[in-house]
């Protein structure tokens, strides 16, 4: 990677050349995900999760051109109060760097960023995934494919309730992610613990998840693996309180010709309506929960194998 193209803050390169644990996260929540001033707000939260759980945070996007790795506090203000941000996923990105254009990273291009600096662990709130009506639309996240390729462990609360689950878990399993429910049986969706669906796999602590991802690296698998965390029990919207309003949201979006990368602001924000609020709320616990959990993962990477 040009050094032009890839800016690391200090703190996080001191951190990297030390072998300390690192997160990185996505700026998309503040951008596309979130409202202002709560989208800042939360952003400046996680950091300060990560960093009270041990790790360095590394707040990702493109700014004119140039991909930063770790984000002044200015620099993550204006995102937050911007609009008309780029959303960047892999197809995107090259052309926001070429052009020296500015955007916020999505799960895909936060996972080749990080890749591409030395970090293996992201925290984000819910992974993109199969859509509702693929059959008609073909619309799959990149977010997928690029938990096959690229060796970063995603921790998220499960992927968007707005989606096809099913078939966003069966796409996994045929592009070989290991799918981890962290502490269930039960895969979560986003806002509610329990999606109906079992977890592929569980594990239980920070150091098993860490000894299946040097397992996977050691058989030469590549790609990295989904880390499902299901959102604390008293901050969920259980999903058969939820499924009503993903349904009516849906068909919202539907009506009015809402489709691609348009599809999960427009529903986040027709939810956050329709709960009155409370998807936010839970939004912002989730990924605060996500980056503890990805900060003690972090430092079981960091921390020296156990010998067989």
Same mark, same amino acid.
């Given at each position: ?9 200090p ?9 300390a ?13 979130m409202?202002h001033?709560?989208n800042?707000e939360?952003a ?12 360095v945070?590394a ?7 140039r991909i ?7 620099t ?17 990105l090259?052309?926001?760097v070429a ?6 990273t999505t ?13 293996r662990?992201?925290a984000?709130?819910?992974i ?5 009506g693929?059959e008609?639309t %073909? !619309?799959?996240?990149?977010? +997928?494919?690029? #938990?096959a390729?690229?060796? /970063?462990? @995603? $921790?998220?609360? =499960?992927?968007?309730?707005i %989606? !096809?689950?099913?078939?966003? +878990?069966?796409? #996994?399993e045929?592009?070989? /992610?290991? @799918? $981890?429910?962290? =502490?269930?049986?039960r ?7 329990d999606?109906? #669906?079992p977890?592929p ?8 998840v860490?000894a299946?991802i ?5 058989l030469g ?11 604390p029990?008293?901050d ?22 809402i489709s ?8 986040l924000g027709?939810?956050?309506?329709l709960t ?19 900060a ?13």
């Open positions: 990677m040009p050094p032009s193209l890839l800016d690391i803050a703190e996080v390169r001191a951190a990297l050349a030390a072998g644990p690192v997160v990185a996260l996505e700026s998309t929540i503040v951008t596309h995900g409202p001033p709560q800042v939360t400046r939260a996680v950091e300060a999760v990560v960093r009270e759980a041990g790790a945070p707040t990702i996007a493109v700014v004119a051109g930063r790795i770790g984000l002044p506090a200015e993550l203000a204006g995102l937050a109060a911007a609009r008309d941000v780029l959303k960047l996923s892999r197809a995107d090259p052309h926001a052009a020296g254009l500015t955007g916020s799960v895909a291009a936060t996972m080749i960023c990080a890749a591409l600096a030395g970090i662990v992201f984000t709130g819910g993109g995934g199969v859509h509702r693929v008609q %073909l !619309d799959i996240s990149a977010d +997928l494919d690029e #938990l390729r690229t060796p /970063v462990a @995603v $921790v998220s609360a =499960g992927a968007k309730a %989606l !096809d689950l099913p078939r966003t +878990l069966e796409y #996994l045929t592009r070989g /992610v290991p @799918v $981890v429910g962290y =502490g269930t049986d895969f979560p969706a986003f806002w509610s613990r999606s109906g #669906l977890a796999l569980r594990l239980d602590t920070p150091e098993a860490a299946l040097r397992a996977k690296a050691a698998l590549g790609g990295g693996i989904l880390v499902a965390n299901p959102v029990e008293a969920e919207i259980p999903a058969a309180e939820i499924a009503g309003l993903i349904e009516t949201a849906v068909a919202e979006a539907r009506a009015a010709g691609a990368k348009a599809v999960t602001p427009f529903l027709r939810l956050l309506a009155g609020g409370r998807s936010l709320a839970t939004n912002i616990a989730l990924i605060r929960h996500n980056a503890a959990l990805a003690r993962l972090a430092a079981a990477l960091a921390a020296p194998a156990p010998a067989p």
